[in-house]
C-alpha cells in the first residue's frame, strides 16, 4: 500500500488569474523523505503552484485541478483546515528573508509566536529552550544574542536562517523552498543550501525546492521536475536529467548554463524568443515557438506524457513528440 504519511501529489494544476492562464496541467508528486526541484524561467508558473500548496493565491485567482497531501484535495479544503496544515504540516521559506521576518519584533519574539500557536506550547520556558535549539539546528552562533536582534540587525544569510528556523519550528513533515538563496551572495548560497540538504536528511522530510537554477536544484534535490509556461514539460530523477535531457527546453536551459573556465570566453548561449504570456491560446507544445527542433505535429497537437528509464520514484517522462517518433 501506498505510504501517504508525507505525500504529495499535483495532478492537472491550472492557475487562472485575469484573463491568463499562469499554470496550465502541472503534475507534479513528492514520495516521503524525498526532495524534489522545480525548476525553469521566470513566468513558468514555479511559484504560483508553490503558493497553491500553500492555499496563499490571490483571491480572485481560479484554481483547478487536485493538491493532494498525505490523500486529501486540499482544492477542496476548508479555510481553517488549510489553516491547520499551513505551518504545521507543510512550510514555506521565501525568496527575500525580509519579506517572512516582521521588522518591528524581535527574531525570539517572532519565533516564540510560532512555538506558542503552531506547538502549542504554553511554557514560556520550554518555548524559549526550543527557541534556542531551532537557531542552534540552523547554524546561528550565539543564539542567546540573536533572540534579542531585530532583522534589520542581521546579515542577509543570517536572517535566512531565522527563516528556516521559523519553518521548522512547527515540525512541518514537508518543507517548501521557493529561491531561498536568490538575495543571497554566492558563498553564502552554498552554505544555505548544505543547510537545506542536512535538515532534508536529519529530519526525514520531503522538500520542493524551486529555482530558476538547474545545477542548484541538482545539489540538493533526489528529482527535477521542469517547468515552462506553466506546464511540467519533463521530470527526471536529478542525475539522469542533467546527464541526458530529453526535453529540447530542458536542454536549453543546460546549454545556457556558464561553461567551465576552459571556455569562458565563448558567448553563453540563450534561448531565442520569449516565454508565452498567460492570456495567449496555445495549440500544441508550449515550447514550440521557441524549440530548435520543433517540426508539424508540434504546433498541432499536446503532447502527452512519454516515459523512460530512471531512477524517479513516479516515473520518468517528457512531454515531447521527438521521444515518440524515436521509438517508433
Known amino acids: 500500500m501506498k505510504d501517504l ?9 491550472e492557475i487562472r488569474i485575469g484573463s491568463g492562464t499562469q499554470v ?3 503534475d507534479l508528486v513528492i514520495e516521503p523523505g524525498r526532495s524534489m526541484g522545480v525548476v525553469g524561467e521566470s513566468g513558468s508558473g514555479k511559484s504560483l503552484t508553490a503558493l497553491a500548496i500553500m492555499g496563499l493565491l490571490p483571491e480572485t485567482a481560479k484554481v483547478s485541478g487536485e493538491v493532494n497531501w498525505q490523500g486529501e484535495n486540499l482544492l ?15 512550510a514555506m521559506i521565501f525568496q527575500d528573508p525580509m519579506s517572512s521576518l516582521n521588522p518591528a519584533f524581535t527574531v525570539g519574539f517572532q519565533i516564540d509566536e510560532v512555538l506558542k500557536f503552531r506547538l502549542g506550547l504554553k511554557s514560556k ?21 540573536r533572540l534579542k536582534a531585530y532583522p534589520h540587525q542581521l546579515s542577509g544569510g543570517m536572517s535566512q536562517r531565522v527563516s528556516i528556523a521559523m519553518a521548522l519550528a512547527g515540525e512541518p513533515k514537508l518543507l517548501i523552498a521557493d529561491e531561498p538563496t536568490t538575495a543571497l551572495d554566492v558563498t553564502v548560497q ?51 536529467l542533467l546527464k541526458h535531457p ?12 556558464p561553461h567551465d573556465s576552459n571556455e569562458a570566453r565563448k558567448k553563453l548561449f540563450s534561448i531565442p524568443g520569449t516565454v508565452p504570456r498567460p492570456s495567449n491560446i496555445i495549440k500544441g507544445c508550449v515550447f514550440a515557438s521557441r524549440c530548435e527542433k520543433v517540426f508539424p505535429l508540434c504546433t498541432e497537437r499536446v503532447p502527452e506524457k512519454f ?10 517522462y517528457a512531454r515531447c513528440f521527438l521521444l515518440q517518433k524515436e521509438s517508433l
Open 24 to 26: 496550465r496541467s502541472a
Open 246 to 257: 530529453r526535453h529540447p527546453y530542458t536542454e536549453a536551459l543546460l546549454r545556457a548554463r
Open 307 to 316: 516515459g523512460f528509464p530512471s531512477g524517479s520514484a513516479d516515473g520518468s
Open 125 to 145: 520556558s520550554q518555548r524559549r529552550e526550543r527557541a534556542l535549539k531551532l537557531l542552534s539546528d540552523v547554524g546561528i552562533p550565539a543564539a542567546e544574542e
Open 190 to 240: 552554498m552554505q544555505i543550501l548544505d543547510l537545506l540538504t542536512e535538515i532534508k536528511r536529519d529530519r526525514g522530510m520531503s522538500m520542493l525546492f524551486v529555482t530558476h537554477d538547474l545545477a542548484v536544484a541538482a545539489r540538493v534535490c533526489d528529482e527535477i521536475s521542469v517547468f515552462y509556461a506553466g506546464r511540467t514539460v519533463e521530470k527526471a530523477a536529478a542525475s539522469d
Open 5 to 13: 504519511s508525507s505525500s504529495l501529489e499535483i495532478r492537472n494544476l
Open 76 to 90: 477542496r479544503a476548508s479555510a481553517d483546515r488549510r489553516r491547520e496544515i499551513r505551518g504545521r504540516e507543510i
